[in-house]
């Protein structure tokens, strides 16, 4: 189906998103090296001074021990890890400079740990950022890992990155970081990957008490979220054909219906519960576009085809209670006033999708196994007065990260 009804909605929120998301001062730089022996160099990501020690200690290892050995030539690189090499390195180590520092390499013995474990010290480097400053260090440290070191994450990886920003109030970084998935290999390829930042957006107006201003502040990042997806390099990309038929049988995440209701669910805020009328068209197109997405009579847990609820890669994270409640709040609630605010026709259509949603919802909030958490919170959040959300369930959120 064509999205030509959501691109006025779109075009609506660029320009402001612009402004709304602070650019990262100049506090990482990409320098040139050159080794002992000339050769062709690229660029080497480098690091300055963090607000405390710990974090440049990381950092540092990482420097070191990860990201300068990568770049250096397959045969240098050969040599540092070998045991065999190790006496020789001892009188006449490899040697670049950056910058005139020259930084001198040694026998490295991963075996025994002298090379980190790359997953493990980046989320020790990211618990280790405690100010904005240090956070926006984030797109460069995943490029230095990505592009300069070609190290990968593993697919449970990226949602933790953009939950331990997010409920740190460090969600620009992460936009920042998939403008550029090329460097930062940063992808809005998978549906939980996308569903965690738009459930930040929706937390952190939440957090504000839904004001006026945090609900535009999270409408602009939505619809620029939107926007990206439609950008180059964000596409699902697979060798295997069978799991390509799979991929094809999905919603193109840039125009799935899931995704969609977090701008329907935040103009739907602007607009009936704050009366800013001016958003009731924006309201209605997303609210057209997910009508026709969405069957009637089916909740979220029967919205997508069957086997994307078995895949990690696709929708099984819905299977998780507490991950379905922390999805599912936002977008229930966002029906339930698109019900109150549409026209008849429209509203009768959109509360056909609402009811079998909030029966799953029911479901699992009643469930035996459903504990507190980031789902029951939010769920508050979106359903309760101010001040009535559980203190219980605020702290086991906290805790998630």
Same mark, same amino acid.
């Given at each position: 189906?064509s999205?030509?009804?959501?691109?006025?909605?779109?075009?609506?929120?660029?320009? &402001?998103?612009?402004a709304s998301? #602070?650019?990262?001062?100049?506090?990482q730089?990409?320098?040139c090296?050159?080794?002992?022996?000339?050769?062709?160099?690229?660029?080497?990501?480098?690091?300055?001074?963090?607000s405390?020690?710990?974090?440049?200690?990381?950092?540092?290892?990482?420097?070191?021990?990860?990201?300068?050995?990568?770049?250096?030539? +397959?045969?240098?690189?050969?040599?540092?890890f070998?045991?065999?090499?190790?006496?020789?390195?001892?009188?006449?180590?490899?040697?670049?400079?950056?910058?005139?520092?020259?930084?001198?390499?040694?026998?490295?013995?991963?075996?025994?740990?002298?090379?980190?474990?790359? #997953?493990?010290i980046?989320f020790?480097?990211?618990?280790?950022?405690?100010?904005?400053?240090?956070?926006?260090?984030?797109?460069k440290l +995943?490029?230095?890992?990505?592009?300069n070191?070609?190290?990968?994450?593993?697919?449970?990886?990226?949602p933790?990155i953009?939950?331990?920003?997010?409920?740190?109030?460090?969600?620009?970084p992460?936009?920042?970081?998939?403008?550029r998935?090329?460097m930062?290999?940063?992808?809005?390829?998978?549906?939980?990957?996308?569903?965690?930042?738009?459930?930040?957006i929706v937390?952190?107006?939440a957090?504000?008490?839904?004001?006026i201003?945090?609900?535009?502040?999270?409408?602009?990042?939505a619809?620029?979220?939107?926007?990206?997806?439609?950008?180059?390099?964000h596409?699902p990309?697979?060798?295997?054909?069978g799991r390509?038929?799979?991929?094809k049988?999905?919603?193109?995440l840039?125009?799935?219906?899931?995704?969609?209701?977090t701008?329907?669910?935040?103009?739907?805020?602007l607009?009936?519960?704050?009366?800013?009328?001016e958003? &009731?068209?924006r309201?209605?197109?997303?609210?057209?576009?997910? %009508?026709?997405q969405?069957?009637?009579?089916?909740?979220?847990?029967?919205l997508?085809?069957?086997?994307?609820?078995v895949?990690?890669?696709?929708?099984?994270?819905?299977?998780?209670?507490?991950?379905?409640?922390?999805?599912?709040?936002?977008?229930?609630?966002?029906f339930?006033?698109?019900?109150?605010?549409?026209?008849?026709?429209?509203a009768?259509?959109?509360?056909?999708?609402?009811?079998?949603?909030?029966?799953? %919802?029911?479901?699992? +909030?009643?469930?035996d196994?459903?504990?507190?958490?980031?789902?029951?919170?939010?769920?508050?959040?979106?359903f +309760?007065?101010?001040?009535?959300?559980?203190?219980?369930?605020?702290?086991?959120?906290?805790?998630?990260a």
């Amino acid at each position: 189906m064509s999205n030509n009804s959501i691109r006025p909605a779109l075009r609506a929120g660029r320009s &402001a998103l612009k402004a709304s998301i #602070r650019a990262a001062p100049p506090t990482q730089q990409s320098r040139c090296f050159s080794a002992s022996t000339p050769r062709q160099a690229g660029n080497v990501i480098t690091f300055s001074k963090t607000s405390n020690a710990e974090l440049d200690g990381l950092l540092h290892e990482m420097q070191q021990k990860i990201i300068l050995p990568s770049v250096l030539r +397959l045969a240098q690189r050969k040599k540092i890890f070998r045991e065999r090499h190790k006496e020789k390195l001892e009188l006449e180590p490899i040697e670049i400079e950056i910058d005139g520092k020259r930084t001198k390499f040694r026998y490295l013995d991963y075996r025994n740990g002298d090379v980190p474990n790359t #997953r493990k010290i980046f989320f020790q480097a990211l618990d280790s950022m405690k100010t904005k400053e240090d956070w926006q260090k984030l797109p460069k440290l +995943l490029e230095a890992l990505h592009y300069n070191a070609r190290r990968k994450f593993e697919v449970s990886d990226w949602p933790k990155i953009v939950r331990k920003a997010g409920l740190s109030g460090n969600l620009g970084p992460i936009i920042d970081a998939v403008k550029r998935p090329k460097m930062t290999g940063f992808k809005l390829d998978m549906s939980e990957k996308v569903q965690e930042i738009m459930t930040l957006i929706v937390w952190a107006a939440a957090e504000a008490g839904w004001s006026i201003s945090s609900l535009n502040t999270a409408l602009k990042s939505a619809e620029r979220i939107l926007e990206i997806l439609g950008e180059e390099g964000h596409e699902p990309h697979t060798a295997d054909k069978g799991r390509a038929e799979l991929i094809k049988e999905r919603f193109p995440l840039k125009r799935d219906p899931q995704i969609l209701a977090t701008p329907l669910f935040l103009t739907a805020m602007l607009t009936v519960r704050h009366g800013k009328t001016e958003h &009731a068209d924006r309201m209605r197109r997303y609210a057209q576009v997910i %009508v026709s997405q969405w069957p009637e009579g089916k909740g979220l847990l029967e919205l997508h085809p069957h086997e994307a609820y078995v895949d990690v890669e696709g929708t099984a994270y819905l299977m998780e209670k507490n991950k379905f409640v922390l999805a599912a709040s936002p977008i229930l609630k966002g029906f339930d006033l698109a019900v109150e605010g549409l026209s008849s026709d429209l509203a009768s259509q959109i509360k056909l999708r609402r009811d079998p949603l909030a029966a799953e %919802v029911r479901g699992a +909030l009643e469930a035996d196994d459903m504990k507190k958490g980031r789902g029951k919170y939010l769920y508050e959040k979106c359903f +309760l007065e101010p001040g009535e959300a559980s203190k219980g369930a605020q702290a086991e959120a906290a805790q998630a990260a």
